[in-house]
Nanobody, 119 residues
């Protein structure tokens, strides 16, 4: 079993920055892939960024490329999402999720953290 706990959300003005954290515990393997997703009211869930625990290239959704950066700290079992140049359209609940390298589905999800960007 894997537990994921997000933190770091809040209210920020447009152009500002936030850093989200996702602390993982339980049987999280080095071969796991960690993703950040977001969902705004009335919209579908959207992939934001992803990274392998073992390293390698990061992946980003088109809407956040050049503004958001995903990183990990294996020693702390934590994945981060640095969000810069925030826009009102970035307002959403942000979720951390984990999947095995053998699956395309995310088996584990955090509870989410709210990010609100005011104009």
């Amino acid at each position: 079993q894997v537990q994921l706990v997000e933190s770091g959300g809040g209210l920020v003005q447009a152009g500002g920055s936030l850093r989200l954290s996702c602390a993982a515990s339980g049987r999280i393997f080095s071969s796991s892939y960690m993703g950040w997703f977001r969902q705004a009211p009335g919209k579908e869930r959207e992939f934001v960024a992803g990274i392998w625990w073992s390293g390698g290239p990061m992946d980003y959704g088109d809407s956040v490329k050049g503004r958001f950066t995903i990183s990990r700290d294996n020693a702390k079992s934590t994945v981060y999402l640095q969000m810069n140049s925030l826009k009102p359209e970035d307002t959403a609940v942000y979720y951390c999720a984990a999947r095995s390298r053998f699956s395309v589905s995310y088996a584990y999800w955090g509870q989410g953290t709210q990010v609100t960007v005011s104009s």
